[in-house]
């Protein structure tokens, strides 16, 4: 079944002017999403997925190419575009510290033209919703960041977006208010498209239709989770003195102990391994190997004075 489109970006690019420096956040992505879809947005720091979501909430131009969601140009029907989508940045002051969940969702409902009895509606409706129903009363100060994360999502949902935009949505909360995040998106993303941004590969693989693999700002790889791991196949699991480690495979140690270093290498790629290697198990790719496989570079030199768990960053 196909189902409708929601964000369609073509050949978006954007650069940006540091001094003399001209860097390209985006270079000619296209993406594709649809209602009723999850769709991820996996790279190393850098690599454009807030610009990317940035340009699609109309926040940020493009320098060229184009970009839609619901079928509205987001340089042209700002407006539109702006009433089909709902925003969650990681990164964003986004309420008032004095007033309870509850004042401060009336108060941004209220901004979208609505009656105050309805927005007071509204917003119970919306902390039954993200579970916050008993702490309506409660000043957002007071509130955890698992909490502060579902207010912010609440308050992306106040006029009923078909299109959600979630940058980094789980960063910084613990496991189990990361977990009860994940499954309010999924079930939130029934009849809307959910487009967000992760660096938690298990997180990725437990929410994500589709993911998109960016990697300064061009997309590398793209495909169904499933469709990615097949991509590598399989992984052979390694013990390797630390000092024969060659560079280019730093990114598949998985860790370092009395010397040796633990690899999870794509088997197709541990054949350049010398003797020394060990074998001690096989398994299927998981994402975070393909991961590690596709973006590689951004990775720690192992510090071969500390011989342990010390790594320092590369370059
Ligand atoms: N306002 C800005 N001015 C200059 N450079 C920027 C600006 N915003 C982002 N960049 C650069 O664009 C690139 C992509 O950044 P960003 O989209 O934030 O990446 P990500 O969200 O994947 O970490 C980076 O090189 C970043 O330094
Ligand atoms: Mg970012």
Do not use: C
């Amino acid at each position: 079944m196909i189902t409708e489109e929601a964000i369609r970006t073509e050949s978006l690019t954007r650069t940006f002017k540091v001094k003399s420096l001209e860097v390209k956040a985006l270079d000619s992505v296209d993406i594709l999403t649809r209602l009723g879809q999850v769709v991820a947005l996996v790279g190393p720091n850098g690599s454009g997925k807030t610009t990317l979501i940035k340009i699609l909430s109309t926040l940020l131009l493009p320098t060229s190419g184009r970009a839609y969601v619901m079928g509205r140009d987001v340089t042209r029907d700002v407006r539109e575009v702006r009433a089909s989508l709902g925003l969650v940045l990681a990164s964003e002051r986004l309420f008032y510290y004095r007033l309870t969940g509850l004042e401060n969702l009336v108060f941004f409902a209220t901004l979208y033209n609505i009656s105050l009895g309805d927005a007071k509606k509204r917003a119970r409706e919306l902390l039954e919703l993200v579970g916050l129903g008993k702490w309506a009363e409660v000043q957002y100060m007071k509130y955890s960041l698992g909490m502060q994360r579902r207010l912010a999502l609440a308050r992306a949902l106040i006029h009923d977006p078909p299109v959600l935009l979630l940058d980094e949505p789980t960063l910084g909360l613990d496991p189990i208010s990361a977990r009860e995040l994940r499954s309010l998106i999924k079930s939130l993303a029934r009849d809307k498209s959910v487009l967000f941004s992760s660096h938690y590969m298990s997180e990725v693989e437990d929410l994500a239709d589709y993911v998109y693999v960016i990697k300064y700002g061009r997309i590398i790889a793209s495909g169904t989770p499933s469709e990615l791991r097949e991509s590598v196949g399989s992984v052979v699991e390694l013990n390797v003195p630390l000092e024969r480690v060659p560079r280019d495979m730093i990114r598949f140690v998985v860790f370092v102990r009395d010397g040796r270093a633990r690899l999870r290498v794509p088997k197709r790629l541990a054949e350049g391994l010398d003797g020394s290697a060990e074998v001690i198990a096989e398994d299927r790719a998981s994402l975070e190997d393909v991961y590690a496989y596709l973006i590689g570079e951004e990775t720690m030199e192992i510090d071969h004075r500390s011989r342990g768990w010390g790594w320092r960053r590369g370059r």
